[in-house]
């Protein structure tokens, strides 16, 4: 299982920081990532990490956006800076194999977890 958190409203320039939860043993044995959707438009890859800590950014928020995970607690945050409008979303956090992260794959529910979702507005 896994939840998201830090969602919310928030003006253009603007920073949040998501955290994600994951009940599993380790987060350590998977790749984690975060992906989002804008109503009617198809889920997108944002950023990804890998067990190892190599990470990977859509190009997008290269720049504006950090992901970081902290396997102690299997947690997974994606820090958010320099916030657009297009950045308004549903954010997803995933569990699954390296496609997640390289080349940021958008996964079926049979081949990873998604979480919830959390909400993100800019405006």
């Known amino acids: 299982q896994l939840v998201e958190s830090g969602g919310g409203s928030v003006q253009v320039g603007g920073s949040l920081r998501l955290s994600c939860v994951a009940s599993v043993d380790t987060i350590g044995r998977y790749c984690m990532g975060w992906f989002r959707q804008i109503p009617d438009k198809e889920r997108e890859g944002v950023a990804g990490i890998e067990s190892d800590g190599s990470t990977n950014y859509s190009d997008s928020v290269k720049g504006r956006f950090t992901i970081s995970q902290d396997i102690a607690n299997n947690a997974l945050y994606l820090e958010m800076i320099d916030l657009k409008p297009e950045d308004s979303a549903m954010y997803y956090c995933?569990?699954?194999?390296?496609?997640?992260?390289?080349?940021?794959?958008?996964?079926?529910?049979?081949?990873?977890?998604w979480g919830p979702g959390t909400q993100v507005t800019v405006s």
């Open positions: 995933v569990l699954g194999d390296k496609r997640i992260v390289f080349p940021l794959k958008v996964p079926t529910t049979m081949e990873a977890y």
